[in-house]
């Protein structure tokens, strides 16, 4: 069984994340204090597990080795698009999704809503379950759901306006997440 530090490495580099970024991500100073708890010289303690979980899009559970990750999903998109000849393009067409979404839900760096689990089945012809209830494919919050499948809905000209929306947001202090990653709320 692998230990977490080795769990939380496999899961930094599977999404292409550096020791810095987790660092930053996490609250640490430095990637030194990452690399440490990856080998298994640092203990982490219990409070930072849901926030390392969360910036590794995984599960506190995957991290601790109570369940194992499913990166099914992915391999049985990219599979089934090659099986019919699809290239990336005429999927991003027949899914709505951007290119550079499908090629994350097929590394397994995304995980599907149930909404975009429907528009695979679709465009691929083919029954896929459900999401899984491990590794991190259930992690996403409510709110990364909903605005992953209102972005799956616009065209191109809404989705640069949307993002433009978002890139004023993220100008705004108020609306920039903490230090632990968590979404600070405004309540009127």
């Known amino acids: 069984m692998l230990e977490i530090g080795e769990r939380i490495r496999q899961c930094r580099e599977r999404i292409g994340m550096t020791q810095d970024e987790l660092a930053q991500a996490t609250g640490y100073k430095s990637r030194s204090s990452i ?3 990856e080998k298994g ?3 982490l303690p219990q409070s930072k597990i849901v926030i390392f979980a969360k910036a590794l899009s995984t599960t506190p559970s995957y991290l601790m080795g109570w369940e194992e990750l499913d990166t099914r999903f992915g391999d049985i998109i990219k599979n089934r698009r090659l099986e019919l000849g699809l290239s990336l393009e ?3 067409q027949k899914t709505g999704l951007s290119v550079n ?3 994350l ?3 397994n760096q995304r995980q599907p809503s149930d ?3 429907g528009y695979f089945r679709e465009a691929l012809e083919i029954d896929l379950p459900a999401r899984a209830h491990n590794g991190y494919w259930d992690f996403k919050d409510d709110i ?3 605005l992953d499948e209102k972005i799956a809905l616009l065209n191109d000209i809404g989705k ?3 993002l433009d929306y978002i890139s004023d947001l993220t100008e705004q202090s108020k609306y920039i997440i903490d230090e632990n990653k968590r979404i600070k709320i405004e309540r009127k």
Do not use: H, T, V
Request: hydrophobic content about 45%; proline content about 0%.
């Open 144 to 146: 990364d759901i909903a």
């Open 35 to 37: 690399n440490k708890i």
């Open 160 to 162: 640069n306006k949307a």
């Open 115 to 117: 909404l975009i689990l």
């Open 90 to 92: 005429e999927i991003a």
């Open 105 to 107: 839900y097929e590394n």
């Open 101 to 103: 979404s499908i090629i």
């Open 41 to 43: 010289g640092n203990d």
